[in-house]
């Protein structure tokens, strides 16, 4: 599992590393990073679009053996920076997800400072850090 940062920001570059990682001939599952977004997007709804074209949705989960992966996008792009966030959805989605599973859980994916996002998000103001 690759958790993210897979081109540091040359998105042009993940038809190679596509090419590459099919080469290698194991399932090899994609986390999005904070340097795997487009940072042209004017908001988070799309900043995930190009990730999404090459590897598949920005969250989701699957089984290996007894264990049950879950793969989160907790980068949320605002515009102009990023913050650790997972929004609504993404929540929903989630405790449907882990109240079908049997399995043991593991989770995986990157980590943000949440505190400041979700402090900066209920209180509709921007954070006071930026990142990119």
Known sequence: MACGDLMYNHLELFPEYERAVKEMGVPFFQVIGNHDMDFTAAGDAHSGDTFSRHFGPRYYSFD???????VLDDVFWHGSGYIGYLDDDQLTWLAGDL?????????????????????????????SFTGR
Do not use: L
């Open 64 to 70: 290996r053996g007894a264990v049950h992966y879950v």
């Open 99 to 127: 109240a079908r599973v049997e399995a043991m859980v593991e989770a995986c994916f990157r980590s943000e400072d949440y505190r400041e996002g979700q402090r900066a998000f209920a209180e509709k103001r921007p954070p």
